[in-house]
């Protein structure tokens, strides 16, 4: 219905909480895989594939002096200049959407690379799913980890995900070039 839910000032805290602890474990998780071309280049040379620059948006928690209410304040994703909101990679499966087109395909490629990457880089607890946004700021991940860890980050944390990691994903141009 489009209607706004509220909670009590505590479960909303923790439920932003969660929200935005999944975008802090995101992006360090992304920063491992530029870290990691980032090293391939200084090592060989630039890479022969140009590489999106991809970011999450940054993310505060806001609590209302007065009331106590909670807010989520996050990074606008401009369209006009970041480009068109595209949902590149769901949170149940490890392989990008198939009716993406263009420069689109490249993008969630190069993000399929990166779950890779992180799940190697984790020695296999944890890669980021989910991926939404624009051409270069990305929103709302989750963050799939080993049923190992127990009940960790947000419900979208789904085992079934993390289980089916090595069968659906698909190497790609990225993984070949990086050496996964």
Known sequence: TGAR?????????????????CLHWA?????LVYDHINSYQKTNGPAPLAIPQ?????SVLAIAED????????EVIDDT????????????????YSFLEGD??????????SQHLQYLKTDGLAFVSDFQGGHHLLTDPQLITSPDLGS?????????????????????KFCELFGL
């Open 5 to 21: 839910l509220t909670y009590d000032s505590h479960t909303q805290v923790m439920k932003l909480s969660s929200e935005i602890n």
């Open 27 to 31: 992006s360090a998780l992304m920063g």
């Open 54 to 58: 991809m970011c999450f948006v940054g």
């Open 67 to 74: 009331s106590h209410d909670a807010f989520l304040l996050k």
């Open 81 to 96: 200049a970041n480009g068109a909101f595209v949902k590149y990679i769901g949170n149940g499966f490890a392989k990008p």
């Open 104 to 113: 689109h395909v490249r993008r969630a490629e190069f993000l399929s690379f």
């Open 152 to 172: 960790i980050f947000s419900d979208g944390n789904l085992s079934s995900a993390y289980i089916s990691f090595t069968s659906d994903h698909t190497c790609n």
